[in-house]
């Protein structure tokens, strides 16, 4: 039902000019998000991600942005700079990987919370503003409050650091929450901490969380449903289960074989990892399947010419025909 999609991409490109060309980095996505829904986005370095989830912020200056970005059925791509400013950090809000870049060295944890919440709201009284940092703080489980609303970010951990980032994103109880990789800088007892937070400020605030990550146990503790990105396109998509345990398309194949898996000790014997990174933007090939280099024992006639997303079951798509003929050179190996 539409009116419950908060948020609708269609057909989303994300180009950047590298020397004296356009390259997409984000290439014909399409995708949405329904309130009260966690949708991961995943897929290894350089495959889009990020690009992505600035496009949706309106967060990238230079690059060029065509399609349709439709927040609560505004384009945002078409919203002029004020409207932006009203939206952002209101409606929708981004917790960003490296809160220490994304922090400002300068100001307090009270007045960057404080600024967040004022520029949406210049009535405030000084009063009412600080209660609500402090309220904020205790929300993402800041202790003693009260002290650390006047420090500086340096002199916070990671992990704190990162609180007051989420603090901030929710400052205005955005509708919308995009995390690009929220806890890779963090240790994993942080990690895990930073993502219960998550949750429970999902469950609490009823907002649609899009959520960035190569992680894919994070994926399985968090997601509804989970898009595969790989060299700026849509791989795979299906709801979380669909995903862990009927993966199709190659890639998503290879990113699940390459965790190793506790329970199923059959399939570690098989482990294996394709070979190979994103290419560069500028290297990126345009035509056929993106991933057919990387599986060079997959014959050429089982790619399409043009790879389309595939409808498989309801709400499960995957690109290229190729994953009906692909198997793991182990498996060919068995085989014989
Ligand atoms: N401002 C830019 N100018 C030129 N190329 C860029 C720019 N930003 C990103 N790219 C390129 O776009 C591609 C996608 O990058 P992006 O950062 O979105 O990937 P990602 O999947 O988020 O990776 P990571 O997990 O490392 O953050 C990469 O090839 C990257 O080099």
Same mark, same amino acid.
């Given at each position: 039902?539409?009116?419950?999609?908060?948020?609708?991409?269609?057909?989303?490109?994300?180009? *950047?000019?590298?020397?004296?060309?356009?390259? /997409?980095?984000?290439?014909?996505?399409?995708?949405? %998000?329904?309130?009260? #829904?966690?949708?991961?986005? %995943?897929?290894?370095?350089?495959?889009?991600?990020?690009?992505?989830? *600035?496009?949706?912020?309106?967060?990238?200056?230079?690059?060029?942005?065509?399609?349709?970005?439709?927040? @609560? +059925? #505004?384009?945002?791509?078409?919203?002029?700079?004020?409207?932006?400013?009203?939206?952002?950090?209101?409606?929708? /809000?981004?917790? *960003?990987?490296?809160?220490?870049?994304?922090?400002?060295?300068?100001?307090?944890?009270? #007045?960057?919370?404080?600024?967040?919440?004022?520029?949406?709201?210049?009535?405030?009284?000084? @009063?009412?503003?600080?209660?609500?940092?402090?309220?904020?703080?205790?929300? %993402?489980?800041? $202790?003693?409050?009260?002290?650390?609303? +006047?420090?500086?970010? &340096?002199?916070?951990?990671?992990?704190?650091?990162?609180?007051?980032?989420?603090?901030? /994103?929710?400052?205005?109880? $955005?509708?919308?929450?995009?995390?690009?990789?929220?806890?890779?800088?963090?240790?994993?007892?942080?990690?895990?901490?930073?993502?219960?937070?998550?949750?429970?400020?999902?469950?609490?605030?009823?907002?649609?969380?899009?959520?960035?990550?190569?992680?894919?146990?994070?994926?399985?503790?968090?997601?509804?449903?989970?898009?595969?990105?790989?060299?700026? #396109?849509?791989?795979?998509?299906?709801?979380?289960?669909?995903?862990?345990?009927?993966?199709?398309?190659?890639?998503?194949?290879?990113?699940?074989?390459?965790?190793?898996?506790?329970?199923?000790?059959?399939?570690?014997?098989?482990?294996? %990892?394709?070979?190979?990174?994103?290419?560069?933007? /500028?290297?990126?090939?345009?035509?056929?399947?993106?991933?057919?280099?990387?599986?060079?024992?997959?014959?050429?006639?089982?790619?399409?010419?043009? $790879?389309?997303? &595939?409808?498989?079951?309801?709400?499960?798509?995957?690109?290229?025909?190729?994953?009906?003929?692909?198997?793991?050179?182990?498996?060919?190996?068995?085989? @014989?």
């Amino acid at each position: 039902m539409s009116s419950e999609k908060l948020l609708e991409i269609k057909n989303l490109h994300t180009s *950047f000019r590298i020397r004296d060309d356009y390259y /997409a980095a984000v290439d014909n996505v399409s995708l949405s %998000v329904k309130k009260n #829904e966690v949708l991961a986005i %995943v897929g290894e370095s350089g495959s889009g991600k990020s690009a992505l989830a *600035f496009s949706i912020m309106r967060l990238h200056n230079r690059a060029k942005t065509e399609g349709e970005i439709l927040f @609560k +059925d #505004e384009n945002v791509i078409d919203m002029t700079a004020t409207r932006l400013n009203d939206v952002r950090g209101k409606d929708m /809000a981004m917790i *960003f990987q490296d809160p220490l870049t994304a922090l400002n060295p300068l100001m307090t944890v009270g #007045e960057q919370i404080g600024e967040a919440l004022f520029l949406h709201d210049r009535k405030l009284s000084k @009063k009412v503003l600080n209660d609500r940092v402090i309220d904020l703080l205790n929300q %993402v489980g800041i $202790p003693r409050p009260n002290y650390v609303v +006047d420090q500086y970010p &340096h002199e916070l951990s990671g992990g704190m650091r990162q609180r007051v980032m989420i603090a901030i /994103a929710i400052a205005n109880d $955005p509708e919308l929450l995009i995390a690009d990789e929220p806890t890779t800088a963090l240790d994993v007892t942080i990690q895990a901490q930073i993502l219960d937070l998550i949750r429970e400020l999902k469950a609490k605030m009823d907002a649609g969380i899009i959520l960035i990550t190569h992680d894919l146990g994070v994926v399985a503790e968090m997601a509804d449903r989970v898009a595969v990105m790989y060299a700026g #396109e849509i791989v795979e998509i299906a709801d979380v289960q669909t995903l862990f345990e009927q993966p199709k398309h190659p890639y998503t194949r290879s990113l699940l074989n390459s965790v190793p898996n506790s329970t199923d000790t059959s399939k570690q014997d098989k482990l294996h %990892v394709i070979q190979g990174i994103v290419p560069s933007l /500028a290297n990126l090939p345009r035509t056929g399947c993106r991933f057919k280099d990387r599986i060079p024992w997959i014959d050429d006639s089982m790619h399409e010419d043009n $790879p389309e997303l &595939h409808e498989i079951e309801p709400g499960h798509f995957v690109r290229c025909s190729c994953y009906q003929h692909f198997h793991f050179p182990e498996e060919e190996v068995e085989q @014989k």
